[in-house]
T-cell receptor
């Protein structure tokens, strides 16, 4: 099956710093990648849709200047949490869609962010 | 807007059958997905329904009724490892994004 990786798996940072999370599709080209956030005991909340070579589409209520998304290639998307604060502490998960014939989104293992 | 409802928690016995329901109200519909998520891990794909009816895949089956805005995930011959959260997600028309329900935490007891 399709494999999606994320790096890092864990990150602890000080308040005010920026954190970059990478999402890679390892064995397929991902025309679209999605970024989700999940707080404890809650479901996944879609943050943004990332298409290769174009600007990301953000969901309502998600600050595009705080959560910078770059989808520079068909196998890599990055999410940068700028000036992170403790309330940004969460589980960030990416998913990737292979193409027009693939209906399934494949999820990465997630990145747990703790902002002190 | 979108609204997806699932029971918060369910408990079942090892070896039994459990049905997890999901109702949805969305502005357009282009498929319903079920994912399994163990604590602290990413979701894994279980099933996809876009037409009415039952899709069977091993111990897991998923049903969809578009007219009723209703789906269920049926788990047979429950095993302890099936204890997890089960997420229902709908794909709106004209988009590839997924809108997730709040998830159902299933506890399988011996």
């Amino acid at each position: 099956g399709a494999v999606v990786s994320q790096h890092p798996s864990w990150v602890i940072c000080k308040s005010g710093t920026s954190v970059k999370i990478e999402c890679r599709s390892l064995d397929f080209q991902a025309t679209t990648m999605f970024w989700y956030r999940q707080f404890p005991k809650q479901s996944l909340m879609l943050m943004a849709t990332s298409n290769e070579g174009s600007k990301a589409t953000y969901e309502q209520g998600v600050e595009k200047d705080k959560f910078l998304i770059n989808h520079a290639s068909l196998t890599l998307s990055t999410l940068t949490v700028t000036s992170a604060h403790p309330e940004d502490s969460s589980f960030y998960i990416c998913s990737a869609r292979a193409g027009t014939t693939q209906e399934t989104q494949y999820f990465g293992p997630g990145t747990r962010l703790l902002v002190l | 807007g979108q609204n997806i409802d699932q029971p918060t928690e369910m408990t079942a016995t090892e070896g039994a059958i459990v049905q997890i329901n999901c109702t949805y109200q969305t502005s357009g519909f282009n498929g319903l997905f079920w994912y399994q998520q163990h604590a602290g891990e990413a979701p894994t794909f279980l099933s996809y329904n876009v037409l009415d009816g039952l899709e069977e895949k091993g111990r897991f089956s998923s049903f969809l009724s578009r007219s009723k805005g209703y789906s269920y995930l049926l788990l047979k011959e429950l095993q302890m490892k099936d204890s997890a959260s089960y997420l229902c997600a709908v794909r709106p028309q004209g988009s590839y994004k997924l809108i997730f329900g709040s998830g159902t935490r299933l506890l399988v007891r011996p």
